[in-house]
């Protein structure tokens, strides 16, 4: 059974734009990471962001962001200023000792 | 900084041949995890190794087989290959310390085609 959900198959953004990728998870866990992982058509896997579940404080790396309800179990990536680079298939993954993937988010980024 | 090494980066394989596949993890990782990811699919666990023991086993089929040795490099070694074995193969590295959650680094990923 699928532990994430990523219900967005694709999303276009225009350059500059902001866009926002949607997951949400199962765990009984009180205490796990989170992570989005990049990847583009060379399908190197490149680790955009992680959050640790029991810090209420929401990751940022430069233009990455997350917004981590742990309540709800949703952990959403907003990609803000977007650039060309941008463009590939985003995974949002949760750590039990192992990576459970979601199904993938394929962001093309418009000039 | 060093990354996580993968040897071949791109197999050709017949049905039924044998392949084995290298990963070199980040100095100072001790944990392995093997992934498979098929066309259009994420990527699944296949097996992960704990200083040179196996540590968890996800889908991996019986035809498959790997060991971490004392390098902390593993191996992947898939028998009886079939066409459905066609797939991206990544390995990744965690440093152990603070548990088992830690982050973990992917290698560039090796390329199976069977034909």
């Known amino acids: 059974a699928q532990t994430v959900t990523q219900s967005q198959p694709e999303m276009s953004v225009q350059e500059a734009e902001t866009v926002t990728l949607s997951c949400t998870y199962d765990?009984?866990?009180?205490?796990?990471?989170l992570f989005w992982y990049k990847q583009p058509p060379s399908r190197q896997m490149i680790l955009v962001i992680r959050?640790?579940?029991?810090?209420?404080q929401n990751a940022t790396e430069n233009r990455f962001s997350v917004n981590f309800q742990k309540a709800a179990k949703s952990f959403s990536l907003k990609i803000s200023d977007s650039q060309l680079g941008d463009t590939a298939m985003y995974f949002c993954?949760?750590?039990?000792?192992?990576?459970?993937f979601g199904a993938g988010t394929t962001v093309t980024v418009r000039a | 900084a060093a990354g996580v090494i993968q040897s071949p980066r791109h197999l050709i394989k017949e049905k039924r041949e044998t392949a084995t596949l290298k990963c070199y993890p980040i100095?100072?990782?001790?944990?392995v995890y093997w992934y498979q990811q098929g066309p259009g699919q994420d990527p699944q666990f296949l097996i992960s190794?704990?200083?040179?023991?196996?540590?968890d086993k996800g889908s991996i089929p019986d035809r498959f087989s790997a060991q971490q040795f004392s390098d902390y490099h593993s191996e992947l070694n898939m028998s009886s290959l079939e066409l459905g074995d066609s797939a991206l193969y990544f390995c990744?590295?965690?440093?152990?310390?603070?548990?088992?959650?830690?982050?973990?680094?992917f290698g560039p990923g090796t390329r199976l085609l069977v034909l």
């Open positions: 100095p100072r990782h001790d944990t």
């Open positions: 959050q640790e579940a029991y810090k209420q």
């Open positions: 765990t009984s866990e009180n205490n796990y990471y």
């Open positions: 993954a949760r750590n039990d000792y192992k990576l459970s």
């Open positions: 190794f704990y200083e040179k023991m196996q540590s």
């Open positions: 990744a590295s965690s440093p152990a310390s603070g548990g088992a959650r830690e982050t973990q680094y």
